[in-house]
């Protein structure tokens, strides 16, 4: 089925280790982002990619490093994990600003002890 | 000030009233999009709009552009409509900006 394929679903990491999430759209979309969802907080801009080659910050870029592999493929590292991280992670894609929706993947549950 | 903020941030209601949810921003967007988030988390997307009115089953989406004002309309409301509707605005450069969320609860 096309969509976006966010992978893992579920992590517990040790403060200090390290991680990658991955995000993969089948949908020819240009632009990619990764999201943040916190209780009472919504949803916030880690990082984006307009387009394949570009990566800007979002609200929330510290801590965080991504990746635009290709043009199906937009990854989240976490170099050294802290507590503050402990959070639910999305990756969305969008085919380009005003012409399509908005698709997400099913989210990364992510804790840090 | 968010960019975007939508009220109510909680709503209940009965089984076939009719719901409104509001979203107002305070930036030029290129398009709007309203978004559902069910308890399991995952988010779909329910509408996109850039001008007027879309209507998809029991659900019309409207944006007043010069008003910088959009609203979710449910009819009929339904149980299986209670789910966390979100607004969110597309801004120059692709980048989407989104509210705080409407926890809807549809009691039977």
């Known amino acids: 089925n096309a969509g976006v394929t966010q992978t893992p679903k579920f992590q517990v990491l040790k403060t200090g280790q390290s991680m990658t999430l991955q995000c993969a759209q089948d949908?020819?979309?240009?632009?990619m982002y990764w999201y943040r969802q916190d209780p009472g907080m919504g949803l916030r801009l880690i990082y984006y990619?307009?387009?394949?080659?570009?990566?800007d910050k979002g609200e929330v870029p510290n801590g965080y490093n991504v990746s635009r592999l290709n043009k199906r493929e937009f990854s989240l590292r976490l170099e050294s994990a802290a507590p503050s991280q402990t959070s639910v992670y999305f990756c969305?894609?969008?085919?380009?600003?005003?012409?399509?929706?908005?698709?997400f993947g099913q989210g990364t549950r992510l804790t840090v002890v | 000030k968010n960019e975007v903020e939508q009220s109510p941030q909680n709503l209940t209601a009965q089984e076939g009233e009719f719901i409104t949810i509001n979203c107002s921003y305070s930036?030029?967007?290129?398009?709007l999009h309203w978004l559902q988030q069910h308890p399991g988390g995952g988010i779909v997307s329910l509408f996109m709009?850039?001008?007027g009115k879309k209507k998809h089953g029991r659900l019309i989406a409207t944006i007043n552009i010069q008003e910088k004002h959009s609203s979710l309309h449910i009819t009929a409301s339904h149980p299986r409509d209670s789910a966390v509707y979100i607004c969110?605005?597309?801004?120059?450069?692709?980048?989407?900006?989104f509210g705080e969320g409407t926890q809807l609860t549809v009691n039977p």
């Open positions: 969305a894609s969008t085919l380009t600003r005003a012409t399509t929706e908005a698709f």
């Open positions: 949908m020819n979309h240009n632009s």
């Open positions: 990619s307009a387009s394949e080659g570009t990566t």
């Open positions: 930036v030029g967007i290129s398009a």
């Open positions: 709009l850039s001008s």
């Open positions: 969110a605005v597309e801004t120059s450069g692709s980048r989407l900006t």
